[in-house]
């Protein structure tokens, strides 16, 4: 069992830049894979990044390549995800996740439907 909490959301312009952050506890995440995703109104939660916390293995969705960043604080059960460049189109409450992980490949594993264990998400608004 592991309980989420994020934070870091926030309103920010076009261009600007946030920081996410993702805090575990319950569990040391050993052989995890940990996930962001994000749901518009609307919209279903899709993927955005993952990491796996055995390896540091990551993957990012295509429309956020480039612009996000997945990373752990070891010392801590920490997940960031880090976006810049953010674009209005990127508004969304964030979420993230956490699973046992030890089999697949990260990207194979990052879809939602992977994931049981979830935050209750920030809210990111980009205004134009």
């Known amino acids: 069992q592991v309980r989420l909490v994020e934070s870091g959301g926030d309103l920010v312009q076009a261009g600007g830049s946030l920081r996410l952050s993702c805090d575990a506890s319950?569990?040391?995440?050993?052989?995890?894979?940990i996930g962001w995703f994000r749901q518009a109104p609307g919209k279903g939660r899709e993927e955005i990044s993952c990491i796996s916390t055995s390896d540091g293995s990551t993957y990012y969705a295509d429309s956020v390549k480039g612009r996000f960043t997945i990373s752990r604080d070891n010392a801590k059960t920490t997940v960031y995800l880090q976006m810049d460049n953010l674009k209005p189109e990127d508004t969304a409450v964030y979420y993230c996740a956490a699973e046992p992980f030890a089999i697949t490949t990260i990207q194979a594993f990052c879809l939602p439907n992977r994931f049981e264990n979830w935050g209750q998400g920030t809210q990111v608004t980009v205004s134009s």
């Open positions: 319950g569990s040391t995440l050993e052989h995890w894979a």
